[in-house]
C-alpha cells in the first residue's frame, strides 16, 4: 500500500509540473486513500501483534 500512495504522490507531482491539473489532482486523491488504508492496516498490525505477542510486561 505504502508503495502504491508514494507511486501515485510522484505521477501527482510530475502531472502537475506539466500541468496536467485533472490527472495531479486525481493521482493525489488516489494516494491519500492509499496512504489513509496503509496507516489504517498498521494500526491492527500493531494492535494485532501486541495482543499475540504480549505486549510490554509489567515488572
Known amino acids: 500500500m505504502l508503495r ?4 501515485f504522490a510522484v505521477i501527482a507531482l510530475i502531472a502537475g509540473l506539466f500541468g496536467f491539473y485533472g490527472l495531479s489532482d486525481v ?3 488516489i494516494a491519500k486513500f ?3 488504508i496503509f496507516a489504517v492496516l498498521f494500526v491492527v498490525a500493531l494492535i ?3 495482543r499475540i505477542f504480549g ?5
Open 27 to 29: 493521482s493525489a486523491s
Open 34 to 36: 492509499f496512504a489513509l
Open 55 to 59: 505486549g510490554p510486561q509489567a515488572v
Open 48 to 50: 494485532a501483534g501486541a
Open 4 to 7: 502504491l500512495a508514494i507511486a
